[in-house]
């Protein structure tokens, strides 16, 4: 979980999910993708996990801060995000 939590957005609760789903590095984080990752924390974690959450996991997966990730991957993100509700 140490790794995990050095991740850019990454906290104790995010850390917390991505280990109870099976993430237990960044390496695991970038090869199961934003999205997969995204899904199995909703399926397994948090059924009410925000798009913040989602934010926060692509920039982990960019190691960027999410308030930089670029405008055009912020509206696939909320799209992907509307798209489960």
Do not use: W
């Not at 979980?1 to 390496?27: C, F, R, Y």
């Not at 989602?54 to 509307?82: D, M, N, T």
């Amino acid at each position: 979980m140490e790794q995990l939590i050095t991740l850019p957005n990454v906290g104790k609760v995010l850390a917390e999910h991505l280990v109870a789903i099976g993430i237990d590095s960044p390496e695991a984080l970038r090869q199961n993708g934003t999205e997969n990752v995204f899904l199995k924390i909703r399926m397994q974690r948090d059924a009410g996990a925000c798009l913040n959450m989602l934010y926060g996991i692509e920039g982990a997966v960019q190691g960027i801060p999410k308030r930089q990730l670029p405008p055009e991957i912020k509206q696939q993100l909320k799209q992907f995000h509307q798209s489960l509700e």
